[in-house]
């Protein structure tokens, strides 16, 4: 319930109409891509995604974006849960 309520506030915000009736992953992606770090943030301490969905999704939303510079900070913050070879593969595809 407080999910639905999460994504009804975004599509709100945004006017964009892609929230609501998502997993907490895919809201996560959408907040990425659409450019709500903040709201993506709130999220996943609202919600506690695995810390390896987490960076799966943010991997592959930075990618869609080709958000390269970024991709590289997001892998430098800290050590990774799932490893560092998700971030070459990811780049690598795209």
């Known amino acids: 319930l407080k999910l639905i309520e999460f994504q009804l506030d975004l599509e709100e915000k945004t006017?964009?109409?892609c929230f609501v009736d998502k997993s907490l992953l895919d809201?996560?992606?959408?907040?990425?891509?659409?450019g709500l770090s903040a709201d993506s943030?709130?999220?996943?301490?609202t919600?506690?995604?695995s810390e390896a969905s987490f960076y799966?999704?943010?991997?592959k939303?930075?990618?869609k974006?080709?958000?390269?510079?970024?991709?590289r900070r997001f892998a430098d913050e800290k050590r990774s849960p799932i490893g560092y070879s998700p971030f070459a593969e990811a780049r690598l595809e795209n």
Not at 41 to 45: D, F, M, S
Not at 56 to 59: A, G, H, M, Y
Not at 65 to 71: F, G, I
């Open 65 to 71: 974006l080709q958000a390269w510079d970024e991709l």
């Open 56 to 59: 799966r999704t943010k991997i």
């Open 41 to 45: 943030e709130k999220a996943r301490y």
């Open 15 to 17: 006017g964009e109409t």
């Open 61 to 63: 939303a930075l990618c």
């Open 27 to 34: 809201t996560i992606y959408a907040c990425l891509t659409l």
């Open 47 to 49: 919600f506690k995604p």
